[in-house]
């Protein structure tokens, strides 16, 4: 059996789990690129998310933010099919319409650490591929820590 | 040639995406003068319910009447509210709708799973604006995506979130108004716990017991945020109870005692009483050795600072799971200050609430097998896990003969009424090294499927049990006490009933189409009554009550009244 990390990329299009209607039926969600936001002076991020045409994956579908805060994201559709686009957000969870051959933007306020899905909630989009992920790095301010020496992590 | 791309524009709130009447998307400001002293005299404006149990007592009692015990066969749903869910949450698989609703002079304020709130009109079920705070997936819970409702006070809702962040919304709109990090989500903390409002402080409890934690309670100023006080429940080497720690490593440091449920206040001794949790890990206690002070205990912390002044503890160093977070219920009888509290461990223990002096133990359940408590408080056991591999079963088992769900106390019948779960399970220890994040049981655990069974019990303050409505499934959810002389209850099967609080008897029911798991409440709106119950199987029910593992989530609140020929 060949399960290692280091040959993962092409294990997944030697079996076909790379693209939709090949090995699945849709697109293996998680295997798609991984990609990181950049960080302005002033603490805010921004970053791109686009859908590629005939892929039904983000790109990236990995997201990963290095702290919480406010993240600017332009989300732009090159497929050839209509899409829409369901966002984690603290306050209410942010939708988006993405018509083929689209550009939107969305505004977003995350806590970290943590991960969270993005989706495009039409039909079985989400199902089919059309979910990712933001991932947030780092730590809660200090002030929330627990008061005891440092613990071991795994 | 270069297409330019359709300008799809700025992202909505979700919120926008659900009609509403223009200006129907702002509550009016019921909230802004809800004040201290109201809450503190919540039980002289029945129509509301201000705070979590009703009353800083805990006992879950209103004295609406207008549904009584002649009339409530005539009981209909009024409306009903459906939440649903969208998108991958957390806990996907384990949420469950466990709130008490607040109402506030028309508007009803409600916390749902996965950081949802909303405020609806009490009157059609119509919601008003809702908030939903954005959870990590991957957020420690172990017990299912859940969240026990919200508090009000000042033009504020306040809740707390499951990665451990305390919130105050605009109870107009729902805006966040301030939020503060309380907990630490990489060592595996989290909350789940309904907000008290005790003078100008938002106080709040953290969870995450199964992760080997150090548990804590929270005070906020209600304005501001501003932190004021934290009371851990372990206390550190050279505090007061760290000699029932062992005195060598860290165990105390990763010992639990959460406050993941709300505590209860009496504003003339000015004290808090909270329930803590079980001391972690929790059923392997040779790494802990001692009585792990002050895990599985009463609490009495002074409101003003922060400072625990007395305690007392229902299972010293425990090894099934039996916390002490459940309700502490106040009341007087024969001119004493007392305190009622149903325990996991299958005893009801009354307690003098001045000082904490044991008035009365008695058993509310009848399998008990882990061990024994005298009536004068001494405690034995007998059946725990104790050698490395080797399978123990035992009564109650680890969700307790009560889960957190509530008890209640009618001041009209002297008696209180509990849910019961009586259920085994069995443990076997399984040592393991403690790393944050991960679940530090030291055992695995399975609870029985079969040879169970619950019940309402009626109990007066001397622990005499009064009657006893028997159900073929463990009671797990909270009951509601009526100036009616009615307790309402719900059934893991869906069922919500009405019983004569005098007999037991069961006077009327209504299939709500999934199991409960929440505390009904109830209010009235332009003179009429309503009981409201969330309705969501899920939780921990791997722990309550496996043998309904598949059955159906829901996620509806459901509110009831009479017809209007009834009332």
Known sequence: ?154 | MTVEYVDAGEAVNQATLNYKTPGAEVAPPVVADVTYERIRNAASEPHNWLTYYGTYNGQRFSPLDQINTENVKHLRPAWIFQAGTTGMIAGASTYSFEAAPIVVDGVMFVAGWDGWVWALDAKTGVEIWRYKHAIPYDVSLCCGNVNRGVAVAQGKVFFVTANAHVIALDATNGKRVWDKTYGDVRAGESATCAPLVVKDMVIVGSSGGEFGVRGHLDAFDVESGEHRWRCYMVPKPGEPGSETWPADGEAWARGGANCWLTGTFDPETNLLYWGTGNPAPDFDGEVREGDNLYTDSIVAVDADSGQIQWHYQCTPHDLWDYDSIAECILFESKGRKLLGHFDKNGYFFVVDRTNGELVQITPFVDRITWGAITRDGQVTAKVYPEKEGDPVHFYPGPAGAKEWTHAAYSPRTELFYVPVQDTGATATRRRREFKESIPYWGAGVQVDIDDMAGSISAFDADGEEKWRYRNDLPMCASVLATGGDLVFAGKPSGEFVALDASTGEQLWQFQCGSGHHSSPTTFSVDGKQYVAVPVGWGGWAEGFLPGMLGAGHGSALIAFALPEESS
């Open chain 1, 1 to 154: 059996m060949t399960t290692t990390a280091g040959d993962r990329s092409d294990l997944l299009d030697k079996l076909g789990l790379k693209e939709q209607n090949r090995a699945t039926i849709g697109r293996l969600l998680a295997t798609g690129n991984v990609g990181q936001a950049t960080e302005r002076a002033n603490g805010t991020m921004q970053a791109t998310i686009r859908i590629n045409p005939d892929e039904l994956c983000w790109d990236p579908s990995v997201l990963v933010l290095p702290h919480g805060g406010d993240l600017e994201l332009e989300l732009i559709n090159d497929d050839l099919n209509t899409h829409c686009a369901l966002l984690p957000n603290n306050g209410d969870r942010k939708f988006i319409w993405l018509v083929n051959h689209s550009r939107g933007r969305a505004t977003l306020n995350l806590d970290g650490p943590g991960y969270y899905w993005f989706s495009s909630p039409t039909g079985n989009d989400e199902g089919r591929g059309l979910t990712g992920a933001i991932v947030v790095l780092g730590e809660v301010p200090p002030e929330a820590r627990l008061d005891r020496p440092e613990q071991p992590r795994p």
